[in-house]
């Protein structure tokens, strides 16, 4: 360490580095300095450093939230995997309980994803897919409904048949898709897709069943029945490329 006695107006030299350091006020133990140095040099006060430090040392990084975070996810789909294994079984399961549970670690980690490293999906502002969920479980619409929009869709919903026809009848804009339970009670999912296809309006839109049944067609309209059959236990990744494979059809120019 080199130690140098000072005064006001003088000066010390790093010639080498290009670095000037003008001692400019002297009073008791305060000095005031004026600091020259190139542009590649950043001069910075001791102290803003050592907070930026600690600031460091209590942040984990990106790769540690990273990491926390698909160990986090990777649990909850085990969760998941393992309730369906007891299902299958035939084991007695407060069902509501345990789909609530998953539903609230969901949101969990959702707001993690936004509040530490920015992760979660952004749906498309431009044209985003819209879907109208018609579902009478309120934990599986909520929790399908959750997924479909962190895959970017407009997701809205509807708790039973006549609850979605009254909706879509009103509607100043439709869905491009709507995925509806067959099971409900009231006006059951084939109802309802009977309904939609006697309407001038709303014939022509794709509805979509998901359901634990097989498909049986001869159970629904002639001409125009489901649009497409997709089993429970749900597989969103096959349902999200299916309807935006779907949707890019739409898109393409009718053939003369």
């Known amino acids: 360490m080199l130690i140098l006695s000072r005064r006001a107006e003088q000066q010390i030299l790093f010639p080498h580095l290009g670095i000037r350091i003008n001692v400019l006020q002297v009073k008791g133990q305060l000095v005031k300095l004026g600091v020259e140095a190139p542009r590649s040099i950043q001069v910075v006060r001791q102290e803003l450093v050592e907070a930026d430090a600690r600031e460091l040392g209590e942040k984990p990084s990106r790769q540690a939230l990273d990491h926390q975070l698909r160990n986090e996810l990777n649990l909850l789909n085990l969760k998941i995997q393992s309730l369906q294994v007891r299902i299958n079984r035939g084991e007695a399961l407060e069902l ?112 979509f069943a998901v359901t634990g049944l097989a498909r049986n067609p001869q159970n629904e309209p002639l001409g125009h029945g489901w649009d497409g059959w997709f089993r429970k236990p749900l597989d969103v990744p096959s349902l999200v490329a299916h309807l935006g494979a779907e949707f890019q059809e739409t898109l393409q120019p009718a053939s003369v």
């Open 96 to 207: 509501d309980a345990a789909l609530q549970q998953l539903l609230t670690q969901y949101s969990e980690l959702d707001h993690s994803l936004q509040d530490n490293v920015g992760m979660a999906a952004t749906p498309d502002k431009d044209s985003p897919i819209r879907l109208m969920v018609v579902e009478d479980s309120p934990n599986e619409r909520q929790l399908m409904a959750y997924l479909l929009a962190s895959h970017g869709f407009d997701v809205q919903v509807a708790t039973d048949g006549l609850v979605a026809l009254e909706s879509l009848r009103s509607a100043d804009r439709l869905p491009d898709f709507v995925l509806m339970d067959v099971e409900m009670p009231g006006v059951n999912g084939l109802e309802t897709l009977l309904s939609l296809r006697t309407d001038d309006r709303l014939k022509h839109l794709k509805v």
